[in-house]
């Protein structure tokens, strides 16, 4: 089975509308959506907004045992990313963006202090948390593919998972910077961070709903964010072959 999240209902509506064989049933206190889309053994999961709800939900699902986790949904994008809204991004690696201190030398990050969140036999996780190579490369071939048809472009690279949005120039400008970010949302690193404690591989994917930086509601476009990632998400799930024992 593979497992699809996201924050709030309206990011998967097109999914559940798709849903063949659809059952519902309760875990723990989500509504969980199982089925299949593109002939693959699929759950949604709608885990809520941000960095604790994100990862509750995930670590639920992963009990489970999951072949792959697709976090979906908006996201704004960097000064520097080139993108624009309404086009799609595809995460390399998620950086928690602000788990540090903020010092008058500058913000220090995990590893600066040594803390580090993740201990594998592998190494030790800061900031940083990888996704899945393979299906990566496949998901941005896939988001490709789409966005000729739709007209848009695609970024693949660091996205910034962070708590408070940057709403503000310079501090979109920092934390590009500090992570070389593409793309910021507030539940990306949680769930790598929950699907790489138990080796399960992870992917993502986001509509750019905004520019991050000086905040103007005016430009944002949430619907159309939304309804790409879902449309890369079904676009990813139509090329992936299944799995043998599937
Ligand atoms: O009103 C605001 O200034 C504001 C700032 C950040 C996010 C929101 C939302 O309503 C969306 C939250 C939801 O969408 C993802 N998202 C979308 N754009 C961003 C962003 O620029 N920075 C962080 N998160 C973003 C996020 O993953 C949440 O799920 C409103």
């Known amino acids: ?68 986790v697709v976090l979906h949904g908006c996201g704004g994008f960097y000064p520097a990313s080139g993108l624009a809204v309404g086009d799609l991004a595809v995460a390399c690696e998620e950086h928690y963006g602000d788990e540090g201190v903020a010092t008058p030398q500058g913000f220090r990050d995990l590893s ?19 996704c899945d190579p393979l299906l990566t490369g496949q998901l941005a071939q896939s988001c490709r593919t789409l966005a000729r048809q739709l007209g848009c472009q695609v970024g693949c690279g660091p996205f910034v998972t962070v708590s408070c949005g ?48 000086n905040r103007d509601l005016r430009q944002w476009d949430l619907a159309t964010a939304m309804q790409r990632a879902e449309q890369a998400t079904l676009a990813f799930l139509a090329d992936l072959p299944p799995l043998p024992q599937e």
């Not at 309760?26 to 709800?53: E, F, I, M, W």
């Not at 803390?115 to 900031?127: D, H, K, V």
């Not at 910021?184 to 709903?209: D, K, T, W, Y």
Request: proline share 5%.
């Open 166 to 213: 940057s709403g503000r120039d310079d501090l979109a400008l920092l934390r590009q910077q500090h992570c070389g970010g593409l793309c910021e949302n507030m539940e990306g690193a949680a769930v790598a961070h929950q699907c790489l404690a138990v080796g399960v591989p992870f992917i993502e994917v986001r509509g750019l709903s905004n520019a991050t930086g």
């Open 1 to 68: 089975m593979i497992v699809l999240q996201c924050a709030v209902a309206a990011e998967q509506r097109q999914l559940r509308e798709q849903l063949l064989h659809p059952r519902q049933h309760r875990l723990g206190s989500y509504d969980l959506c199982q089925g299949t889309l593109q002939g693959q053994p699929v759950a949604l999961l709608c885990g809520g907004v941000g960095k604790a709800n994100a990862a509750a939900a995930a670590a639920l699902l992963l009990q489970q045992r999951p072949r792959l």
């Open 112 to 130: 600066q202090l040594d803390l580090p969140l993740l201990r594998t036999p592998a190494g030790c996780y800061y900031n940083r948390f990888p």
